[in-house]
């Protein structure tokens, strides 16, 4: 039994009455066992649906419609099944690394490729049987995104601490060759899979042909609750600009022969090292964007097309004076941009907070770690400030809470001043500042 949280205004779920606390049975005779199941089986143009009324009686919904058109029923768990638990043991995970005390659900390590296929998390495939790969194949559930790490398979059973992870050019292969498209991620640890080692995984992984799509390569992140843990380190700037070196190479090679650059660095190494962003045309449309991979070169483009397309006509006409929080290492970008603004928007005033992670510990520099205890710490506003601005990523998806349970409400609360939440694109960005995302 699957419970409907949501009926979608206007669908053809309201048409038939279907209603939130109904719960779906079968579809077309056939149990949903999970989300996979049920997109597979709409896909027919012609469905039967059973479904228990929140009184208990059971209706059947016979319904015709266009073979991909969906119902606009949203349900109270989004994979209409349990997410399968990750049986690794990490010497990065993140998780591992997380203080005590904090909300249940943020210990829960899923790797679950039917939520790499619904929301774009990554799975190692460690947990996946020949029966399930060929689901994946039978459902074209498609784009997945892989962990990879390395593709060395001793090193890739060490260092995801899982002695059936030496599989996975085996199952990436199967996937590709099956028009399964793969995005891959690789979490580099110094000493580990850097290096000659971090090559290997790049050239293994282009081999596997157009249907692995992309590839990721994002720093280790070290909180500073890592007790017990196998003893890692970050890399120094050196590091990673030797990273950034060998990637630069690599892509020049790929992008001849293939047309693609393939694989792409998240915006910490160009960070850490302090070389350059790469233009904006080479993220090719940002194939990893939530892997924080090209996200600072996408806002500050985005802020400059604005204004030159729009920003320039009424610059006088705007007096604001708002507080943006960021975390430290996109700190000096956002400084640079509000500089800019200042400049053109005379009657504008930005003030630019860094937030140092005193939660996790300092060596968590992106803003998407943020708590809003460390915002209340060190974020201080004025009599005159007319908002405090927060990036999307501060929040849990979907929602208004922090990573710590403080809410956009508390926030304000605390400042006495509204708590405006800034949208990833370049024009959100500008319009928060000059007029509170009002758009005219």
């Given at each position: 039994m699957h419970i409907i949280k949501e009926v979608l205004k206007?669908?053809?779920?309201?048409?038939?009455?279907?209603?939130?606390?109904?719960?779906?049975?079968?579809?077309?005779?056939?149990?949903?066992?999970?989300?996979?199941?049920?997109?597979?089986?709409?896909?027919?143009?012609?469905?039967?649906?059973e479904i228990q009324k929140k009184s208990g009686e059971i209706w059947i919904a016979e319904i015709d419609k266009e073979p991909e058109e969906e119902l606009g029923i949203i349900f109270e768990n989004p994979i209409i099944d349990e997410a399968k638990r990750c049986q690794n043991n990490c010497v990065f995970c993140f998780i591992d690394q997380l203080p005590k005390g904090m909300r249940e659900t943020l210990y829960f390590k899923d790797d679950d490729s039917r939520l790499s296929f619904l929301q774009g998390n990554f799975v190692t495939l460690t947990n996946m049987s020949e029966a399930k790969l060929e689901r994946i194949v039978r459902y074209r559930i498609s784009p997945i995104n892989v962990s990879v790490h390395t593709t060395d398979p001793e090193l890739r059973v060490k260092m995801l601490g899982n002695r059936f992870a030496g599989k996975i050019m085996q199952q990436l292969k199967y996937l590709t060759e099956h028009g399964i498209v793969v995005n891959a991620q690789v979490v580099l640890c110094p000493g580990y899979n850097d290096g000659e080692k971090l090559v290997q995984t790049i050239r293994d992984l282009e081999k596997l042909g157009e249907h692995l799509n992309s590839v990721a390569v994002v720093p280790i992140g070290?909180?500073?609750?890592?007790?017990?843990?196998?003893?890692?380190?970050?890399?120094?700037?050196?590091?990673?600009?030797?990273?950034?070196?060998?990637?630069?190479?690599?892509?020049?090679?790929?992008l001849e022969s293939r047309g693609s650059r393939f694989v792409f660095l998240a915006d910490e190494f160009y960070i850490l090292s302090g070389c350059p962003l790469p233009p904006y045309e080479a993220y090719e449309g940002f194939l990893q964007y939530e892997d924080g991979v090209g996200m600072l070169r996408k806002l500050m483009d985005e802020v400059h097309d604005f204004i030159d397309l729009h920003g320039r006509e009424r610059a006088s006409a705007y007096q604001r004076n708002v507080v943006i929080v960021t975390g430290t290492a996109a700190g000096p970008f956002i400084k640079a941009l509000a500089n800019e603004l200042m400049t053109l928007y005379k009657g504008i005033h930005i003030s630019v907070v860094p937030v140092i992670n005193e939660f996790f510990g300092e060596r968590i520099t992106v803003s998407g770690l943020v708590t809003g205890k460390d915002i209340m710490a060190q974020v201080d506003v004025h009599q005159e400030t007319d908002a405090v601005l927060l990036p999307i990523n501060m929040l849990r998806s979907g929602e208004t809470v922090l990573l710590d349970?403080?809410?956009?409400?508390?926030?304000?609360?605390?400042?006495?001043?509204?708590?405006?939440?800034?949208?990833?694109?370049?024009?959100?960005?500008?319009d928060a500042i000059i007029n509170g995302g009002n758009h005219e």
């Open positions: 206007d669908s053809i779920a309201e048409e038939v009455e279907i209603e939130a606390g109904d719960a779906l049975l079968s579809v077309n005779g056939q149990k949903i066992e999970d989300i996979i199941d049920y997109i597979f089986l709409l896909e027919e143009s012609y469905v039967e649906l070290l909180s500073n609750h890592r007790q017990g843990l196998t003893s890692m380190r970050g890399f120094t700037s050196e590091e990673s600009a030797n990273v950034v070196k060998t990637v630069a190479a690599i892509q020049t090679e790929i349970d403080i809410t956009v409400e508390m926030l304000e609360a605390h400042f006495n001043k509204p708590v405006r939440i800034v949208d990833i694109s370049g024009r959100d960005f500008v």
